[in-house]
């Protein structure tokens, strides 16, 4: 079993920045894949950003590319997501999830097994 919980969410103004953290506990290690999820009130929840367990390959979605960044440091079991530049677009509960390592990074809801219980992101215009 792999426990995980974030932090870092709040309320913040357009054009600024916010990091998020994920801290890991139980069976983790280098061999799970994390990744970044988001969901908007109404919608359904969406992939943001993933990172094998080297912390070496990172994928992101498109519309997010060169705005957020993850990284990870497995001393400390945990995973981060730096945002900036936020938009109100932005504005989610923000969730962090791992899986055991694939070949490849997923991206799809169903390709994790464990999940935190969310960090609210709210950006002002």
């Known amino acids: 079993q792999v426990q995980l919980v974030e932090s870092g969410g709040g309320l913040v103004q357009a054009g600024d920045s916010l990091r998020l953290s994920c801290a890991a506990s139980g069976r983790t290690s280098s061999n799970y894949a994390m990744a970044w999820f988001r969901q908007a009130p109404g919608k359904e929840r969406e992939f943001v950003a993933a990172i094998r367990g080297s912390g070496r390959s990172t994928y992101y979605a498109d519309p997010l590319k060169g705005r957020f960044t993850t990284s990870r440091d497995n001393a400390k079991n945990t995973v981060y997501l730096q945002m900036n530049s936020l938009k109100p677009e932005d504005t989610a509960v923000y969730y962090c999830?791992?899986?055991?390592?694939?070949?490849?990074?997923?991206?799809?809801?169903?390709?994790?097994?464990?999940w935190g219980q969310g960090t609210q992101v709210t950006v002002s215009s």
């Open positions: 999830a791992a899986t055991p390592e694939k070949l490849y990074l997923g991206t799809r809801v169903w390709e994790y097994d464990y």
